[in-house]
């Protein structure tokens, strides 16, 4: 069974930084396109950034400039290195990996972590 489990959040203060790390576990051959979203209590999932098979990152226009998405191919994980973090990216942080296992392609959800930023 293909799962993504996410690990790094937490609470940090404004202007701090976290990782964020989503490793998959399972009979995975291939991730496609990774991707990090948020929600925040009363708002709709959004996607913070993605990043594609040739490693082509994409971030929404409230992180560029502080966030980078990264991944690693051969151990099949991905990474959000968030700097200078404000109030308002408070949330809870998603994975999503576009991945091809033993029962096909498919997207696939991690079960998220909490990311605090407050002083």
């Known amino acids: 069974q293909v799962q993504l489990v996410e690990s790094g959040g937490g609470l940090v203060q404004p202007g701090g930084s976290l990782r964020l790390s989503c490793a998959v576990s399972g009979n995975v051959f291939y991730v496609y396109t990774w991707g990090w979203y948020r929600q925040a209590p009363g708002k709709q999932r959004e996607l913070v950034a993605s990043i594609s098979v040739s490693g082509r990152p994409n971030y929404a226009d409230s992180v560029k400039g502080r966030f980078t998405i990264s991944r690693d191919n051969a151990q099949k994980l991905v990474y959000l290195q968030m700097s200078s973090l404000k109030p308002e990216d408070t949330a809870v942080y998603y994975c999503?990996?576009?991945?091809?296992?033993?029962?096909?392609?498919?997207?696939?959800w991690g079960q998220g972590t909490q990311v605090t930023v407050s002083s």
């Open positions: 999503n990996g576009d991945l091809r296992g033993s029962d096909g392609r498919g997207s696939y």
